[in-house]
């Protein structure tokens, strides 16, 4: 039996024994009506950050969170772009959203900020901003869409994520590549999805630097995915073949969040 199947009987077995408990769900409308993992523990007082250590319903979310995972990684197209729009689209003024108030945006000195490379990579010399700027810059008008419910259209500016990669000799068969934050954010992302042709390291929005409340001096920017798998205030970048997880992921946001 393979690992899938093994992992899928296993599943099973866990459905069958919390059916009572989903139903209940179900018939609160928690599942009907669409919700995502994350909302999903909230609204049903799961706990999921135990992992494998919580309860059996912690545990079986978690299961079908991570197969779910595995369901968008298999039907995602790595040459399928996500829509572009026109200028006269753009939204202005463009929403700043974070996991904390605007007056708790991190400080970051230009001058001593540099963009720290680990893990698989053979390169792993720190970037000034001078650096990434050197590097070939593609512009895209793309939509960001929120978790939250709401969407906007920006204009985004910067490195490909593919070009950086290649550049620093990255494992580019190695299955994440992670971020560190400035604010104490972190994500991470699975190697196609990085290596996607609309993935970039945005130094510009709206044809000028990142402001800060968007990101300054460096966010990811992957609009085949939801809002929160883009970073802001990027200081690291590393590439491994452990899961890295993310700071809402590991609160029980699904990981993948394709769109």
């Not at 978690?62 to 968008?72: F, K």
């Not at 003024?93 to 893990?119: C, H, M, Q």
């Not at 970039?200 to 809002?227: H, M």
């Not at 205030?233 to 809402?248: A, K």
Request: hydrophobic residues 35%; glycine residues 8%.
């Amino acid at each position: 039996m393979s690992r899938d199947e093994t992992e899928a009987k296993r599943l099973r077995a866990l459905r069958r024994e919390i059916q009572p408990e989903l139903v209940k769900l179900e018939r609160r409308l928690f599942l009907r009506s669409g919700l995502s993992l994350g909302a999903l523990s909230l609204l049903s007082g799961c706990d999921l950050s135990t992992g494998t250590n919580g309860t059996l319903i912690d545990r079986t979310l978690w299961a079908m969170s991570r197969a779910n995972d595995r369901v968008q990684a298999w039907l995602f197209d790595p040459n399928k772009l996500a829509p572009t729009y026109p200028a006269s689209m753009i939204d202005t003024p463009f929403r700043f959203n974070a996991y904390y108030p605007p007056d708790n945006i991190p400080e970051i000195d230009e001058a001593t900020w540099k963009l720290d490379v680990s893990g698989l990579v053979a390169d792993k010399t720190p970037w000034t901003l001078q650096k990434l700027r050197a590097l070939p810059q593609e512009s895209q008008i793309t939509r960001h869409i929120c978790i939250e419910g709401w969407s906007q259209i920006g204009q985004w500016s910067g490195v490909p994520l593919k070009a950086f990669l290649e550049r620093v000799g990255a494992d580019l068969t190695a299955k994440y590549v992670g971020f560190k934050c400035a604010d104490r954010y972190y994500g991470s992302l699975d190697m196609p999805s990085a290596l996607h042709p609309q993935t970039v390291l945005a130094l510009d929005f709206g044809g000028s630097a990142l402001p800060l409340e968007y990101g300054y001096p460096l966010r990811v920017r992957v609009p085949t995915k939801l809002g929160f798998k883009s970073p802001k205030h990027i200081v690291s970048v590393f590439v491994t073949n452990d899961y890295p997880g993310g700071y809402w992921e590991d609160q029980g946001y699904n990981w993948f969040s394709g769109i």
